[in-house]
Nanobody, 121 residues
Framework: QVQLVESGGGLAQAGGSLRLSCTAF????????IAWYRQAPGNRRELLAT????????YYSDSIKDRSTIARDKANTAAYLQMTNLRPEDTAVYYC??????????????WGQGTQVTVSS
């Protein structure tokens, strides 16, 4: 099973930008779609965006739509989530995973540690 490791989070000011990375270890991302999720304290994990094997964006949640971009590199070793115009409500732990076609809101792999994003006002 390919292991996905998230990175790129940190502390940002409202209105700023961050680029989150999802790196694959022990395998390639090339055979699967990839999704980004986040979970804020006390909230359920939220599906944010998905990108197909071919690099086509399939979905953006309303919460990040129009200010975020999901992408994957051509070598299929990493996927990214570029977020702009950050808001305090974007504060959460961000995860990447393989979205099962039957229910993309869940993840196929075990969840990793994620990367913390904290946005100050």
């Amino acid at each position: 099973q390919v292991q996905l490791v998230e990175s790129g989070g940190g502390l940002a000011q409202a209105g700023g930008s961050l680029r989150l990375s999802c790196t694959a270890f022990g395998g390639s991302l090339g055979v699967t779609a990839i999704a980004w999720y986040r979970q804020a304290p006390g909230n359920r994990r939220e599906l944010l965006a998905t990108v197909t094997r071919a690099g086509n964006t399939e979905y953006y949640s309303d919460s990040i739509k129009d200010r975020s971009t999901i992408a994957r590199d051509k070598a299929n070793t990493a996927a990214y989530l570029q977020m702009t115009n950050l808001r305090p409500e974007d504060t959460a732990v961000y995860y990447c995973n393989i979205p099962p076609p039957s229910d993309p809101t869940t993840g196929f792999n075990s969840w990793g540690q994620g990367t913390q994003v904290t946005v100050s006002s």
